[in-house]
Each structure stands twice: as structure tokens, then as C-alpha cells.
């Protein structure tokens, strides 16, 4: 029995501790706390179709333009330029298949090998469509070099930052080179928005709630202009751009979650800056290898420890009430080396001993506090497996 | 002014009557409002990452295995056979992309032209990609008729239920000719299965958590052994059938609004068919002409009033007290003549002239009564214009 299986298995007794320990919650990265503001705005929702005529229809569908006002406010766009979607992967591939398929089939399209999987899974789809698919090598560090435009380059795919070691991506330099080619750029700006603002260059601007403490729901920003082919084909909801009911709550959810970040991301990102400088010193004291660039997102704190599996140290810092992650979440039970790892360079060792440790909105010294005594024990070099 | 713009200037005004004045829904069809159940399974839900390892994501595993389980309960399906969506549309439009892209493109598709935006957009749109699509007549009650399926047919769609006259359709029949031809069969579950029960025959059966009254959410059944293309790529969730962190409260809401469903639709169904004649009858006493077949859903009451306008009956009951609906959902502010009617063979007066009144499981003899009351002043024939 591995020390994941010993884990699921104990999963009753995991929930009697929840309930009597103090849990320290260090992957905001991966989901983000549902806001209060969030759960408020929710409250006594209606859920009547917006494209009903009656009274309850229409209160939907001021709720609804409510929401994209603000949505679009937050992203300095007019509200046609705002599409709701279901969640941030949902928002990547539309704008990605919707922009491509639009494209001739000897356009190039260019992203880089440490993008989400969310951008890499369209990209390889598209190749397999028969479109001319460049995946560029990052550096080290996670970053993606502009020079990999090419002048024959007609759509490009760029993070925002790494959702895994926080590698805060040269935005504004890929858009002017883009734009120079005459190339559409995608930005995916599904990891960091809670901390830096999001750049008002690129044609096209992928969110995901449940990053942002939304709990769901999407945006894609599709500048006026830009065309694009829908995913979901039905009624003529969103602009034409996505066919279904719309989902009031959801787009509440995202728009409150969104103005939350403008309002508060300054303002948390000089204390998450701190906190995570303490926890890098910390993981490193304990052996590990920072990874990512020293522009990253201010709340990441992220290492390699060759000689330790990332489960087992996720298991223990489980067990010990702090809640992290390997950097890439795990959707079989059991950890793959992660490709954004591979990508920069890391060995298989490397990778599979990865370490993220992420800071939210809510995270307070006391819980900075009481983590670093326990990631202090949990990973002591004498703690490491021969 | 038309009396539409008359009623959205008027829009604080109603807000202000809504406050006071005791609303009667009959627009179940449109929207179902939120169970109970459904809300009280929502509270205090984690927004945690169900493939996190840590006991948040855990959580959020186990509460997403159980709404799967529960929805394949309800199906008579393995949970494997399960994958959540955000939508009914969603639903629809990955089950005929999905399973369409992996035919080849000589291979019919067959639908009929009563069935909703979200199978019509998606035939059309293959069409356009080369596949041969048929897009086969209705009877005037929008029947579909089981000899359109050809030996060449490889993928037929058909719904439950027609969502806006109510219409059964004959599934059990058209799935039987189908499967001898040799050709998948996808089931537009979206509107019915809160009132009769859905077929175990189809390969492929959609459904909808908005008209549940799940407020959101959506689920497909894929057969084992079917396989479908996914419209979202990136991660391997779902069973590799679509990508991105799963929406754990939309499973939630989705599966447990389909296990009440299943739980209270026969009685439900007794109560609403005695409300249901009682309201058509009212129809034919004010002029109107019923529209559907004699086995429609048990909760629907639709006329056509060939001297009315369907968008001033639907203002003058809204500001009455009652929401009503006139069949097709209209997304511009105005009203397109429905192509459910057109496609029955009536004119564009009559399709302009249609009301859709539909029962919910919420609604009373009492709510009965009154909407009686104000039906036949709204719609006495003194009350039509010239």
C-alpha cells in the first residue's frame, strides 16, 4: 500500500481530523476560497431564463447585463465584448478553436510547452485538424520567448503566468510582436489575475472563476472586430458566440469575483508577496530548489526536492493540516511528472518531487505562521526517504 | 411604443407590483425553479479542486462520485456512462459534434425540424462541414414519423419531448428502427423528464439541469462502447469526454434535482395532467386553438390565437400576475414566429399568436384558480384587438 492508497483509504478518519484541526489552506492556485462577496451576490438568485418576456425573465436578464457591465468595467471592454462561458477551460478552447477555425489551414499557430493543458489540448487538436501547430520550448524558468514568432504566425496562445510555478510571462512584448506580424494573440488569464492586472493588449482574454473565488463560471474577452466560431451552436445567446440558457448565477459569480480582484489585488498582493518570500526562504532551508522565475505571481512558493515524491510530501502535509499541491493537480490518484516541469528542463526525478505552496486572499500570519512550523517538520532534510 | 417597450420602460414599476402583488409561474417549461433539495444539497459545498490530493479535494471527489452514482441511478446506467456538463445545450451539442465527427462524412444524420435550436444549430453546422445531414419533416402536432430513418442512417436525434407545444414523440419506436439500420440514436432529454420517465434504449440521452430545477448544470449519457470527440480539450476529466475541473456544485444540483425527478414525477404528473386540461380547456373557451398531439407532457396547456400578438398576451398576464411563456424563448426583445409552429404547417399570424402555459411542481389548486381567473380576462375574446 502506497502512502496515497494508506491516504484515500483513511479517508473517515481524514474527515474526523478536518472537523477537529486546524486546516491551512495553501492551494489557491488550484481552487480559490469561495468569496464572501460571492456567496452574498448568490443570494435569493432567481432562476428564470433570461429571454423570457415576464417579470422574472427580465429581472434574469438585468442581473445578467449587470454582471457583464461589470465584467466588462474590470477588463476596461465594452460589454459586446464580454461572453459568458462555463468555466475558464471552456473560454481558452473557444477562443482558440472559434479563432483558428477561421483561420486558412497554413496559418501558423503558436503557443509554448509549459501553457496549461487547457491551451496545449486545443493546439494538438487543431494540428490533428490539419493546422500548422508550433509548441516552443520554454526556458528554465517556465518563460515563453517572443521570439518564437515567426512572420508567418497568425494566432499565438500566451499565459498571463504559469499556473504552476508562477513565471510572470512577457505579455506585452509577445502582443507587440504579434500585432507587428499581423497575428491575433489569446491571452490565458486563468492564472493570476487575483494579483496582477490583467493587460488590455491581447484580442482575446480567457478567465476562470473558480480561479478567482467565483466557485465557477468563465469569461472570454473577444475584442470588437475579432471573429470568432462557436463551441455550442443553438440559440443565439452571448453574441452568437455561445448557444444555451444563459447561466445568470455563474456569470454573477465570475463579474463579482473579477471587480473583488481589481478592487483588492494591489492590496494583497504586497502581503502575499511576503508571506511567500518567508515560505520560498523555507523551502529552500529545507532542501528544495525554487522553480519559476523571480517575476512571479507575489503568492507562489514553489520547489523540487529530488529525493522525495511530491504525494508523499502532499500526504504528509495533509495529514499535518496544511493543504498544497504538486503544482499539477492529479485527476487518476496518482501523480504524472508534470509537463510544465519537463518543459523547463527538470529531470523525471525532479519533477515528480515538486512542491507548490500557493496564498490567498484569506490566508492570515497566524496561518503563515503555524504553516511554517509544520512544513518545517514535514519536509527536514532527516524527514527525506534514503 | 409597442406594448413590449411600454413594459421594459416600465420595468421599476413592475419590480415595485412583483414586491406586492402574488406571481403565479407558469412558464415551467422555460425554467424550472430551483428545488428545495437542490439548494439544501448546495449548502456549505467546497470549492476545492476534486483532483487535488489534499482532504479539500478529496471532498470534493467524493461529493462529485456521489452526484455521479445518483444520476446514473436515475438512467439505469453505469457511472462510467455519466459525464457532467454545464448545460442541456451543452449536452446536446457534445453528444451530436461528438459522436457525428467520428462518422464518416458520407453517413447520414437524421433529425426532425420541430426539434430544438440546440439540435437544429448543430445539424446545420455539420452540414456545413460536409456530413450528410436530414433535417425530415413533422406532423401538424410535430410528431416526428420513425419512416425518415434510411438504410444510410448513422445518427438520428430526436427529443423526449417537443419543448414547445409538449408533443411525446414516438421513441421507443424510432430508437427500434434505428438500431435496425444500424444507426446511434441520441435523445434530447431536455424537456420531459421531470414528468415521464426517460427511455433506456438511446445511445446517446441529454439532459438539462435548468429545466429540472436544478438552476444549472447538465448531463450526458454516453452507452459503453459509444465513442464521442470531445468539444473541450486539456485535461483528461470526465472520462477523457471533456476537459477542465469539474463544477462539483453543478453535478450536485444536476443529480439530485434528476433523482427528485425520478422520485415524484408520477404523482406530480397526476396532479398537473388534471391542472393541464383544466387550462386548455380554458384556452378553447378564449379563442385559442390547442397546439401538440393528445400525448403531450401532463404539465402543458399551448394555443395559438391567430388575432393576438403572443408578446401582448404574455405582457398583459405578467402584469396580471402570471408568467407565461409563448413557446419559443426569445433572446432579441422581440418575438420570431416559433419554428416548432412553422414547422406544424401554420401560418406566421397563428405561429406569431401562441401561448405556452406550463405547470411546475410548486404550483397549487389555489395558483390554479386565480391563473384561471385571470386567463379568461386577459384572453376573453372582447379583449382582442380588431
Redesign the interface.
Known amino acids: 500500500m502506497t502512502s496515497?492508497d494508506a491516504?484515500?483509504a483513511g479517508?473517515e478518519g481524514?474527515?474526523e481530523?478536518?472537523r477537529v484541526q486546524r486546516?491551512i489552506?495553501l492551494?489557491d492556485a488550484?481552487?480559490?476560497?469561495?468569496l464572501p462577496e460571492v456567496a452574498a451576490a448568490l443570494r435569493d438568485l432567481t432562476?428564470?431564463?433570461p429571454?423570457?418576456?415576464?417579470?422574472?425573465?427580465?429581472?434574469a436578464r438585468?442581473a445578467l447585463d449587470r454582471a457583464r457591465d461589470a465584467a466588462a468595467a474590470e477588463l476596461g471592454a465594452d460589454r459586446s465584448e464580454i461572453t459568458f462561458t462555463?468555466?475558464?477551460?471552456?473560454s481558452?478552447?473557444l477562443a482558440l478553436f472559434g479563432s483558428a477555425r477561421r483561420l486558412p489551414k497554413k496559418a501558423r499557430i503558436l503557443t509554448w510547452a509549459a501553457e496549461?493543458?487547457?491551451?496545449?489540448?486545443?493546439a494538438?487538436?487543431l494540428q490533428a485538424e490539419g493546422h500548422r501547430v508550433t509548441i516552443a520550448e520554454v526556458d528554465g524558468a517556465a518563460r515563453a520567448d517572443p521570439d518564437a514568432i515567426t512572420t508567418d504566425t497568425a494566432l499565438v496562445s500566451i499565459g498571463l503566468a504559469n499556473n504552476e510555478v508562477g513565471t510572470v510571462q512577457p505579455v506585452d512584448e509577445i502582443v507587440r510582436r504579434a500585432h507587428e506580424v499581423g497575428a491575433l494573440v489569446h491571452l490565458d488569464a486563468c492564472a493570476g489575475p487575483r494579483w496582477i492586472q490583467v493587460p488590455h493588449g491581447p484580442d482575446l482574454i480567457s478567465i476562470s472563476g473558480?480561479k478567482l473565488?467565483a466557485?465557477?463560471g468563465g469569461v472570454l474577452f473577444v475584442r470588437d472586430g475579432v471573429r470568432i466560431e462557436p463551441?455550442?451552436?443553438?440559440?443565439?445567446?452571448e453574441w452568437g458566440r455561445r448557444?444555451?440558457?444563459e447561466?445568470v448565477?455563474?456569470a454573477i459569480a465570475v463579474s463579482t469575483a473579477l471587480a473583488i480582484s481589481g478592487r483588492d489585488r494591489a492590496g494583497r498582493a504586497v502581503v502575499a508577496a511576503q508571506h511567500s518570500e518567508v515560505l520560498r526562504a523555507l523551502l529552500e532551508e529545507c532542501g528544495g530548489r525554487l522553480t519559476g522565475a523571480s517575476l512571479r505571481l507575489p503568492n507562489f512558493a514553489s520547489a523540487t526536492f529530488p529525493a522525495r515524491r511530491g504525494?508523499d510530501m502532499?500526504?504528509a502535509?495533509?495529514v499535518a493540516g496544511v493543504?498544497?499541491?504538486?503544482g499539477s493537480?492529479?485527476?487518476?490518484g496518482s501523480?504524472d511528472p508534470s509537463h510544465v516541469l519537463l518543459a523547463m528542463g527538470l529531470g523525471m526525478e525532479e519533477a515528480l518531487g515538486s512542491l507548490r505552496v500557493t496564498i490567498g486572499y484569506g490566508t492570515t500570519g497566524d496561518d503563515l505562521a503555524l504553516a511554517r512550523a509544520i512544513l518545517s517538520s514535514v519536509l527536514a532534510p532527516t524527514a527525506a526517504r534514503a
Request: net charge neutral; glycine share 18%.
Open positions: 496515497l491516504g484515500l479517508g481524514s474527515d481530523r478536518r486546516r489552506y492551494d488550484g481552487a480559490a476560497p469561495l432562476t428564470a431564463n429571454s423570457s418576456l415576464h417579470v422574472e425573465g427580465r429581472a438585468a462555463s468555466s475558464g477551460t471552456e481558452v478552447n496549461h493543458q487547457s491551451v496545449l489540448g486545443p494538438r487538436r473558480q473565488g466557485g465557477g463551441l455550442l451552436y443553438g440559440g443565439p445567446q448557444a444555451g440558457r447561466d448565477a455563474g504525494e502532499l500526504l502535509l495533509d493543504a498544497a499541491s504538486s493537480a492529479c485527476a487518476s501523480l
